[in-house]
């Protein structure tokens, strides 16, 4: 390995190329900072590349199949079939186009992108190797935003079988039996895929039962669904090691599977790029404690899975424009009246803010919703939840297309809007947007299109 022994020097070093990293570039040189974007991965993180991007792709594919197979009660019958290994060409082209864009716009901005594994030397110094060769970063600001990594677990050696969720979006073939371990929103929305696509799908939960931090509202019409699907759910049970034939479960129970997708969780990168250097302050669960202005100590700013706070894209981007205002001297905090949670289940889910029965809850049924039978999925229903003042502090759906409710549910809750704002604002006929005012129209006791 040759050492490069002359440093170069940037204003502001990122760690980390994902969804916080990227766009903390690319407003820190709209600001006229230097800047350097360093990942040992492609441009894009996990998000993109292995995450939220291609798993949607997946599950949309899934669902036209589901969707084309399942309407002969409305005159359509239809034979599919599946290529698992052109949708696994189709999952990488997704990327590959959006990560192109990305790095378009990282060019066009004038932000240096360094491929290689960066590690602290000092407070103010970093060593960058890559290939056969190391460079040392000398900045005056950085920001870390390394993300998190699937939870392994011991017993599941991974192998061509026993894969993570990034695995599972690689996939060549349609398993004939998939066991996924980890009933939460990624072992949910993967099976969920799978058994559309064909696979008879087993998810083993130790907790009660899957999607165990949402509200059991949201969550009941996705469990039915997954029943229809043929989905099998063991609820409390325990994991213990893979078999020839598939996992063999607590209490002498097995599951059948040809592929073992674990899907436990994710933790920080806090153990990475030598942070521990650092000295920085860390909780329990070894995520980056940080001020209001994303800063762990001066000059060093963390953003994105590695701090407190739901492990989300959105968040980590927003976070990273609070931290490039901090570094320009302006004032900013990171303290949102809400953040949204999405799950691409099938219905989908949405939440936002307090939760249902914090307050004044308003529940709009889908079965009342004309674009809901438009669609041919008329499950769940809209929640308004408000304060004693009719502010709106809350909004939950499950439901088709229930995640495009999640920027004007925020919106309501951020500008402090009033359930009389959402009923006297006029919504677009037939969409699922109108549920929303259906809720609010509930709130006054003249509901529209369910009974009085």
């Known amino acids: 390995m040759v050492v490069g022994a002359i440093s170069s020097r940037t204003e502001l070093a990122i760690i980390g190329a994902g969804p916080g990293g990227y766009v903390a570039a690319l407003r820190a040189a709209d600001a006229g900072i230097d800047v350097t974007l360093i990942d040992r991965a492609e441009l894009g993180g996990t998000c993109l590349n292995v995450g939220c991007i291609p798993s949607k792709a997946l599950i949309e594919l899934a669902q036209v199949r589901h969707g084309a197979l399942s309407a002969s009660a409305r005159g359509l019958t239809a034979q599919v079939s599946v290529e698992a290994e052109t949708i696994a060409g189709h999952l990488q082209a997704v ?4 990560r192109r864009g990305v790095g378009s716009l990282l060019q066009d901005a004038g932000v240096t992108v360094i491929k290689g594994d960066a590690n602290f030397a000092r407070y103010d110094r970093l060593s960058i190797a890559a290939d056969d060769s190391v460079q040392h970063l000398e900045f005056d600001n950085a920001i870390i935003a390394t993300g998190s990594r699937p939870i392994s677990l011991p017993a599941f050696a991974l192998d061509n079988r026993i894969v993570t969720s990034t695995g599972a979006l690689s996939l060549t073939s349609v398993p004939q039996h998939m066991a996924v371990i980890g009933g939460g929103y990624i072992g949910v929305e993967l099976g969920t895929a799978w058994a559309k696509l064909g696979s008879q799908v087993t998810i083993v939960e130790q907790g009660p039962h899957v999607l165990p931090n949402v509200a059991a509202e949201l969550r009941q019409p996705v469990e039915r669904r997954l029943e229809q699907l043929g989905v099998t759910v063991l609820p409390h049970t325990t994991a213990e090691r893979p078999t020839e034939q598939g996992v063999q479960l607590a209490g002498g129970e097995h599951a059948m599977a040809d592929i073992i997708v674990i899907a436990v969780g994710r933790r920080p990168n ?35 899975d590695l701090t407190p706070g739901p492990a989300l894209a959105h968040k980590a981007s927003a976070e990273a424009e609070v931290a490039v205002h901090a570094i320009t001297g302006r004032a900013d905090s990171f303290a949102p009246a809400a953040i949204p949670e999405v799950i691409f289940s099938d219905p989908e889910i949405m939440s936002v803010g307090a939760p249902i029965g914090s307050g004044a809850t308003y529940r709009f049924p889908h079965a009342a919703s004309a674009r809901a ?63 929303l005012a259906e809720a609010a129209w509930l709130a006054f006791g003249h509901p529209l299109h369910i009974r009085r």
């Open 95 to 98: 990327s590959r186009q959006l």
């Open 270 to 304: 806090s153990d990475q790029t030598s942070i521990d250097s650092l000295n920085l302050d860390l909780n329990e669960q070894r995520q980056i404690i940080v001020d209001a202005q994303m800063r762990a100590k001066p000059g060093i700013y963390a953003i994105g």
């Open 373 to 435: 039978r438009t669609i041919g999925e008329s499950s769940g229903a809209t929640y308004l939840v408000a304060d004693e003042a009719g502010t709106v502090i809350g909004v939950h759906a499950t439901g088709p297309h229930a995640s495009e409710l999640a920027g004007e549910a925020t919106l309501a809750i951020e500008m402090a809007a009033t359930i009389e704002d959402l009923a006297g604002t006029i919504h677009a006929h037939p969409t699922m947007s109108e549920s």
